[in-house]
């Protein structure tokens, strides 16, 4: 081995960079390899400063098979909100999901959500409370 190559091998710094690109995200098991193209997606809610129209939340929504993202931007993170975003971003574009995972914030863990999703079809996932990597592409 030449000494670059040497010192390289033995750097503790290139070491835990090297074991740190193997280690997989808790979200990464294959679990969504037995999905096909919009079938699975994850959402949430993000801030922003207020437009002039008014807007300041934006309903965000991750394809979880490709990254695809699709936003929605309102006034208020409501369940109706919610609602009229997941129909207008996802439903109308990509059809109808098998899943959908977001956080236990009340505008997703509601009396309304829960009846919504069942009448389309769709299991709704709650993820693991102040987990960031519990919530996958969406975090």
Known sequence: MDTIAQVIHECETYAA?????RVKPLWYGGQW?????????????ITLPQTRQGKR??????E???????????????????ILGLEKQVLW???????SESDNGTHFRNNLIDPWAKEHGIEWVYHIPYHAPASGKIE
């Open 57 to 62: 939340y934006v309903l965000t929504m991750v």
């Open 64 to 82: 979880a098979t490709t990254g695809w993202l699709e936003t929605y931007p309102v006034p208020h993170a409501t369940t109706q909100n919610t």
């Open 33 to 45: 390899l037995k999905y096909k193209y919009g079938e699975a997606w994850q959402i949430d809610y």
């Open 93 to 99: 574009r990509h059809g109808t999901p098998e899943r």
């Open 17 to 21: 960079i090297k074991q740190a690109k």
